[in-house]
C-alpha cells in the first residue's frame, strides 16, 4: 500500500497550488482519503476528506470556501485544489487513507485512517 502526496511548494499569498495524491497497492475505490496538514510545533489537522465514491466532501472551517477535493479513482489519485492561500495554510500536507465512509465526527480524527503517505511541503510566504 502507497499513497504519495505531491504537488506543494513556494506561493504567495492569495496563490493557488493543487496537491495530488497517487495511491497504489490497494483497490482505492473502497476507500475515503483524508488530507491533513501540519505546521511547525502543532498538532497535524485535518483539512479535507472524500468518500470513496467523491459523492460527499468534508472541510475544516479555516478552508471551506478555498479548497476543493476531488477524486479520480480511473486514474488512482485525489487532488487538493487550494486558492486564496494564506500564510497560516503553510504546512506539510498529508494524504491518508480509510477503508470506512466518512462522517462529520470521524474524518478529523487522525487514528481513524489505515494508511497515510509521505507529505508534502506548502509554503505561503511573500
Known amino acids: 500500500v502507497q499513497l504519495q502526496a505531491s504537488g506543494g511548494g513556494l506561493v504567495q499569498p492569495g496563490g493557488s497550488l493543487r496537491l495530488s495524491c497517487a495511491a497504489s497497492?490497494?483497490?482505492?475505490?473502497?476507500?475515503?482519503i483524508g488530507w491533513f496538514r501540519q505546521a511547525p510545533g502543532k498538532e497535524r489537522e485535518g483539512v479535507s476528506c472524500?468518500?470513496?465514491?467523491?459523492?460527499?466532501?468534508f472541510y475544516a472551517d479555516s478552508v471551506k470556501g478555498r479548497f476543493t477535493v476531488s477524486r479520480d479513482n480511473a486514474k488512482k489519485t485525489m487532488y487538493l485544489q487550494m486558492s486564496s492561500l494564506k500564510p497560516e495554510d503553510t504546512g506539510v500536507y498529508y494524504c491518508?487513507?480509510?477503508?470506512?465512509?466518512?462522517?462529520?465526527?470521524?474524518?478529523?480524527?487522525?487514528?481513524?485512517?489505515?494508511?497515510w503517505g509521505q507529505g508534502t511541503q506548502v509554503t505561503v510566504s511573500s
Open positions: 497497492g490497494f483497490t482505492l475505490e473502497d476507500y475515503a
Open positions: 491518508a487513507a480509510v477503508r470506512l465512509q466518512p462522517i462529520s465526527s470521524t474524518w478529523r480524527i487522525k487514528d481513524w485512517y489505515n494508511y
Open positions: 472524500i468518500s470513496s465514491s467523491g459523492g460527499r466532501t
